[in-house]
T-cell receptor, first 114, second 112 residues
Framework: DTEVTQTPKHLVMGMTNKKSLKCEQH?????MYWYKQKAKKPPELMFV???????INESVPSRFSPECPNSSLLNLHLHALQPEDSALYLC?????????????FGPGTRLTVT | DQQVKQNSPSLSVQEGRISILNCDYT??????FLWYKKYPAEGPTFLIS?????DKNEDGRFTVFLNKSAKHLSLHIVPSQPGDSAVYFC???????????FGQGTRLTINP
């Protein structure tokens, strides 16, 4: 199994809703990542988990809350989002939990905030 | 401050010819570089990487060249195929950083 899966593929939510994005990998990778990508822009790093612990938070607003229940799963909890948060949310994983390594991306969740 | 730059937003190449995608960086601490390919509505796919101890890495049709003195890298695809049409992102990092810095991307179109 060499893939990163993400659910749901598409999500539409209102500004008062609470929802969660899920990511899963079974490659035994030690680091997992959340990125946000707007149209015609590169992916922007949001969070990094190494060995199930949050190691990088790129000053992301608290309305985004990551969670790593175990080494294979990564969640992103969403609450009180703004329309400008609409984007493609990408999850990635890499083998090393400490060094830079090739990151493998999931297909993304297309989020629309109304 | 854009530390990784892909100055060509788009590139059009004839099928069978060589495609050359370029990337420049400003941070001299970067020592690990990667290329990703992205189709619409999909996540980026890892293509090839190179560390600063090398100046060339080859994998099938893909070759990455690194010129450290010029802070420049390039991805060569030969021969180009229609399935290579996608957006290509260059990314850079340094050991211990765990963070990739991406360029803005170049849209490659392979014409029959």
């Amino acid at each position: 199994d060499t893939e990163v899966t993400q659910t749901p593929k598409h999500l539409v939510m209102g500004m008062t809703n609470k929802k969660s994005l899920k990511c899963e990998q079974h490659m035994g990778h030690r680091a997992m990542y959340w990125y946000k990508q707007k149209a015609k822009k590169p992916p922007e790093l949001m969070f990094v988990y190494s060995y199930e612990k949050l190691s990088i938070n790129e000053s992301v607003p608290s309305r985004f809350s990551p969670e790593c229940p175990n080494s294979s799963l990564l969640n992103l909890h969403l609450h009180a989002l703004q329309p400008e948060d609409s984007a493609l949310y990408l999850c990635a994983s890499s083998q090393s939990g400490t060094e830079v390594d090739e990151q493998y991306f999931g297909p993304g969740t297309r989020l629309t905030v109304t | 401050d854009q530390q990784v730059k892909q100055n060509s937003p788009s590139l059009s190449v004839q099928e069978g010819r060589i495609s050359i995608l370029n990337c420049d960086y400003t941070n001299s601490m970067f020592d690990y570089f990667l290329w990703y390919k992205k189709y619409p509505a999909e996540g980026p796919t890892f293509l090839i990487s190179i560390s600063s101890i090398k100046d060339k890495n080859e994998d099938g049709r893909f070759t990455v060249f690194l010129n450290k003195s010029a802070k420049h890298l390039s991805l060569h695809i030969v021969p180009s195929q229609p399935g290579d049409s996608a957006v290509y992102f260059c990314a850079a990092s340094f050991q211990g950083a765990q963070k990739l810095v991406f360029g803005q991307g170049t849209r490659l179109t392979i014409n029959p």
